[in-house]
């Protein structure tokens, strides 16, 4: 059982930067390839970015490429996501996903999900 815990959103104005944070409760965090999807009210749940279980590899959505960096630290058992240059439509309840292997980008496809931390762009 993979336990996620989120933490860094809020309210930022148009062209600032936050960072999120994903703590996994697991006993080995580096089996696992980890993600951050988004959900805007009324809208689906997105994919953003996803890292590779040795960091090694990473993986982004077009509309985030070169704004967000996502990474990981396996001695803590936590993956980032820096957002630089935030836009009012990056506002969204951001999601940390696990998965054993290899992180699929449609979010049926994860199994651990952590409830959500809200980012608020305004304009």
């Known amino acids: 059982q993979v336990q996620l815990v989120e933490s860094g959103g809020g309210l930022v104005q148009a062209g600032g930067s936050l960072r999120l944070s994903c703590a996994a409760s697991?006993?080995?965090?580096?089996?696992?390839?980890m993600g951050w999807f988004r959900q805007a009210p009324g809208k689906e749940r997105e994919f953003v970015a996803k890292i590779s279980g040795s960091g090694g590899t990473t993986y982004y959505a077009d509309s985030v490429k070169g704004r967000f960096t996502i990474s990981r630290d396996n001695a803590k058992n936590t993956v980032y996501l820096q957002m630089n240059s935030l836009k009012p439509e990056d506002t969204a309840l951001y999601y940390c996903a696990a998965r054993a292997g290899i992180l699929t980008t449609t979010p049926a496809g994860n199994r651990y999900w952590g409830q959500g931390t809200q980012v608020t762009v305004s304009s």
């Open positions: 697991v006993r080995t965090f580096s089996a696992y390839a």
